[in-house]
T-cell receptor, first 115, second 115 residues
Framework: NAGVTQTPKFQVLKTGQSMTLQCAQDMNHEYMSWYRQDPGMGLRLIHYSVGAGITDQGEVPNGYNVSRSTTEDFPLRLLSAAPSQTSVYFC??????????????FGPGTRLTVL | QQQVKQSPQSLIVQKGGISIINCAYENTAFDYFPWYQQFPGKGPALLIAIRPDVSEKKEGRFTISFNKSAKQFSLHIMDSQPGDSATYFCAACSEGTGGGNKLTFGTGTQLKVEL
């Protein structure tokens, strides 16, 4: 199993450009999520999904869109990039959608810089 | 507003010593408390987790102590080794509005174990 994969690993955008961060998992996990990691702020939840066709907002959803058309894929879209979105983005998945015993498996991350 | 407060921000421990990282929370809806370990350039990985009906959980050299009345929990790393040098995040899990779960992370502790 490849686990959770993310592409690209690095990306530089100009303000106002759009792009999609890709995330895929091959573990048949129902739960998938996106986090951003900024120095001194830990990881903050952007959006999450409990199954195909079901998504919900996390702590910092503004400026980001998601959709979940398949169990395997959970792309994150930036419609109009801003410098404040410069961050490292992590995708994660877990077998359980419940509160407990829901070990999340993280991808390797995408480092995004918005100029 | 940080819902999960973590301290210290950084920690230096001698090999063989005990590393202690503390976290505190306010939201009583949190019902599961995992700790994640992250090495540079990698995504976080689950280290150990505890439910609020348990006061202590031990796995090898890693122990979580949980004080529900004080809304505090801590990670103890016994016999700390240079390979334990990493960033540690406490987290707290609550139910999402649309089902599923939402993880709220602390700001992280950068641990360095010196020889």
């Amino acid at each position: 199993n490849a686990g959770v994969t993310q592409t690209p690993k690095f990306q530089v955008l100009k303000t106002g450009q759009s792009m999609t961060l890709q995330c895929a998992q091959d573990m048949n996990h129902e739960y998938m999520s996106w986090y951003r990691q900024d120095p001194g702020m830990g990881l903050r939840l952007i959006h999450y999904s409990v199954g195909a066709g079901i998504t919900d907002q996390g702590e910092v959803p503004n400026g980001y869109n998601v959709s979940r058309s398949t169990t395997e894929d959970f792309p994150l879209r930036l419609l109009s990039a801003a410098p404040s979105q410069t961050s490292v983005y992590f995708c994660a998945s877990s077998y359980s959608t419940g509160i407990s015993d829901n070990e999340q498996f993280f991808g390797p991350g995408t480092r995004l810089t918005v100029l | 507003q940080q819902q999960v407060k973590q301290s210290p921000q950084s920690l230096i421990v001698q090999k063989g010593g005990i590393s202690i990282i503390n976290c505190a929370y306010e939201n009583t809806a949190f019902d599961y408390f995992p700790w994640y370990q992250q090495f540079p350039g990698k995504g976080p990985a689950l280290l150990i987790a505890i439910r609020p009906d348990v006061s202590e959980k031990k796995e090898g050299r890693f122990t979580i102590s949980f004080n529900k009345s004080a809304k505090q929990f801590s990670l103890h790393i016994m016999d700390s080794q240079p390979g334990d040098s990493a960033t540690y995040f406490c987290a707290a899990c609550s139910e999402g509005t649309g089902g599923g779960n939402k993880l709220t992370f602390g700001t992280g502790t950068q641990l360095k174990v010196e020889l």
